[in-house]
């Protein structure tokens, strides 16, 4: 049987092409749908507010499960929303989950504690160490990144890992520290990943991309 071959404009399997609303400041062309992350404590009701209208209604639409610890078996529901006048779809994160890690905020912050404050970590499966050696070495990464943004937050210029870890300690802990850069900065202590900021915000060789 011969493979029916894809035109240019018909969506990929992954995804589906949506045309974008009156919502965007420039006028209607294709993205690809994607879902916008918040914490849970940046909601001030039950649901997020859709950032291209507060005032457009955001109708549940389901969950779906994701690791808490790296072994899969604690597990956690996130609930998602969608804003059925623009596209925007959201998924809400529970304060003690790490964006794009199976480790919880505690674990990563006892492991930070540990690598750059001198504290004794707890004892930890040999999944959990891998998972947080991974972290921590992701945040190392992201140290330049996050200076940049941070800019007069922090005092140093040029921070090491201790020291940038120990100026964002004066924010609180890890909980409070993720949800600071959410808010304020669009963006997570280990990536900048996309999908925390807006779809307007987000330009990709002169295409405007979903989060």
Not at 31 to 38: D, I, L, T, V, W
Not at 192 to 208: A, F, Q, S
Request: aromatic letters at 8%; hydrophobic letters at 30%; charged letters at 30%.
């Amino acid at each position: 049987m011969e493979r029916k071959k894809r035109s240019a404009i018909t969506p990929p399997p992954w995804g589906r092409e949506i045309i974008l609303s009156k919502c965007c400041a420039l006028p209607p062309i294709s993205a690809f749908y994607g879902r916008m992350q918040f914490r849970q404590s940046q909601l001030k009701g039950d649901r997020p507010v859709c950032p291209a209208d507060p005032t457009h209604i955001v109708h549940g639409n389901g969950r779906y499960r994701r690791r808490r610890k790296p072994d899969g078996v604690e597990q956690v529901f996130v609930d998602c929303w969608n804003c059925t006048e623009c596209s925007y779809s959201f998924s809400v994160l529970p304060d003690d989950v790490v964006p794009y890690r199976p480790i919880s905020t505690d674990q990563l912050e006892s492991e930070l504690e540990s690598a750059f404050c001198g504290k004794d970590p707890p004892l930890r499966t040999e999944k959990e160490k891998g998972c947080l050696n991974r972290a921590r070495k992701s945040f190392i990464t992201n140290i330049p990144f996050l200076t940049k943004v941070l800019g007069q937050v922090i005092k140093t210029t040029r921070p090491s890992a201790a020291e940038l870890w120990k100026e964002l300690r004066k924010l609180g802990d890890l909980k409070e520290i993720l949800l600071y850069l959410a808010t304020h900065f669009k963006t997570s202590l280990l990536k900048d990943y996309r999908c925390l900021k807006c779809r307007d915000d987000t330009l990709i060789r002169g295409v405007r991309m979903s989060c």
